[in-house]
């Protein structure tokens, strides 16, 4: 079963966030994330710059005072080292992307 659908069948039964790895190696990393509507994943900081991609429904992107609003096919840039959190407006599938800089 692919990772996607694994999460979206996970959602029915799972209050909390959901990740899945799809991709690691030194350089990069991709991780798929699972929320149902309302669900937040609670605030934290980016270590390496990042992207977030809302491939189904909408999430609010929270950070210094400021929200975006996140819909489908959207992305978002998350800024290095400063505090955020993410809410889901609707029941969403995002795709996190992370470039870790060379040593």
């Not at 069948?9 to 309302?38: C, M, S, V």
């Not at 609670?42 to 270590?47: L, S």
């Not at 819909?71 to 795709?95: K, M, N, P, R």
């Amino acid at each position: 079963m692919s990772v996607l659908k694994n999460i979206k069948e996970e959602l029915l039964t799972n209050d909390g966030p959901i990740f899945k790895p799809l991709h690691n190696n030194e350089g990069f990393k991709a991780i798929a994330i699972g929320l149902k509507k309302g669900v937040v994943i609670k605030e934290h900081k980016a270590n390496w710059p990042s992207k977030l991609t809302v491939l189904e429904g909408k999430v609010n992107f929270v950070q210094e005072n400021s929200t975006t609003e996140i819909s489908q096919y959207e992305t978002h840039d998350i800024v290095v080292g400063v505090l955020h959190y993410v809410e889901a407006s609707e029941d969403s599938l995002c795709l996190l992307t992370q470039s870790r800089p060379s040593e």
